[in-house]
């Protein structure tokens, strides 16, 4: 609750609901100028039922969100991707950010799954800061995200302990390429978008800065950087 004046103005943080939609893509744009939200898409994810979203609302308007949601590792572990967090760049360094990522996390652990994990841009202090005053830590390995939008259509190579998991985010449809990474397992995420793509816009993955032969694979077989990363973790069993 902060005060402004004479008035009182009360930041309440609550669940998003599908007529929130057009608000959090309002802020997402202010946020992010450079993207374009798709207000239909994230009613599409509000409405499935299987991603808890918070709103921030102060004096009346929506001022920031956050996202959140399980997948399942390749083992099967249950973990809360807390995705998406922005706040209205007029209502930053209010304790906006923290609010939300606590209630992102509350509800992470109340689903059961066994830890929390988001993945930050190395340079994004704020958000490391936020996350860090929410209990999270970094295993402080960079990881360098690269994308595939464009399927390719190539010999479905042999199976390995790979996993392709499906993501529907704010943002994008999609597949994360994770377990054992090799040249086969990114061509198999090629080969599922090419056959899906009207279902996935997008093939990501995260390699290790230090894999050199590895980026290059993936690089030759289409897959652009986007940025460098670090997971941030928090543990549930606590
Ligand atoms: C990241 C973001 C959501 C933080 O929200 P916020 O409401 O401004 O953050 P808070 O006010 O809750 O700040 C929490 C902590 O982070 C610190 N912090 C906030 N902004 C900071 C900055 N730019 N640099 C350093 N620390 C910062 C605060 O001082 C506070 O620390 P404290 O508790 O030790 O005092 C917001 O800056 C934002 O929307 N950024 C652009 C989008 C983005 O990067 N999203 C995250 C993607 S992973």
Redesign the pocket.
């Known amino acids: 609750m902060w005060g402004e004046g004479d008035t009182t103005v009360e930041i309440t943080i609550r669940p998003a609901v599908v007529g929130d939609a057009a608000a959090i893509a309002a802020v997402k744009d202010a946020?992010?100028p450079e993207e374009t939200s798709e207000p239909g898409r994230i009613a599409r994810v509000i409405a499935c039922g299987e991603h808890t979203s918070f709103i921030?609302e102060y004096g009346g308007q929506v001022v920031?969100f956050?996202d959140s949601f399980t997948t399942y590792s390749p083992m099967e572990t249950a973990r809360w991707e807390?995705d998406?967090?922005?706040?209205?760049?007029d209502?930053?360094?209010?304790?906006?950010?923290?609010?939300?990522?606590s209630a992102a996390s509350q509800s992470g652990h109340e689903s059961g799954a066994t830890f929390a994990r988001?993945?930050?841009?190395t340079h994004?202090?704020?958000?490391?800061?936020?996350?860090?005053?929410c209990g999270y830590r970094s295993d402080g390995v960079a990881r360098d995200l690269y994308v595939a939008t464009r399927g390719v259509a190539i010999p479905q190579p042999v199976f390995q302990d790979t996993n392709l998991i499906e993501v529907r985010t704010f943002n994008y449809n999609g597949l994360w390429v994770e377990g054992h990474l090799t040249i086969d397992s990114l061509s198999r995420a090629l080969t599922r978008l090419a056959a899906n793509s009207h279902e996935y816009g997008l093939a990501g993955v995260l390699i290790s800065s230090c894999d050199a032969a590895l980026t290059e694979a993936a690089m030759s077989l289409g897959y652009t950087l986007v940025a460098a990363f670090h997971w941030w973790r928090r543990d549930f069993d606590d």
């Not at 988001?118 to 841009?121: S, T, V």
């Not at 202090?125 to 005053?133: K, N």
Request: charged letters at 10%.
């Open positions: 946020v992010w921030a920031g956050v807390v998406l967090l922005a706040v209205h760049p209502q930053q360094g209010r304790g906006i950010g923290r609010a939300l990522v988001a993945l930050i841009q994004n202090t704020a958000s490391q800061r936020v996350f860090a005053r």
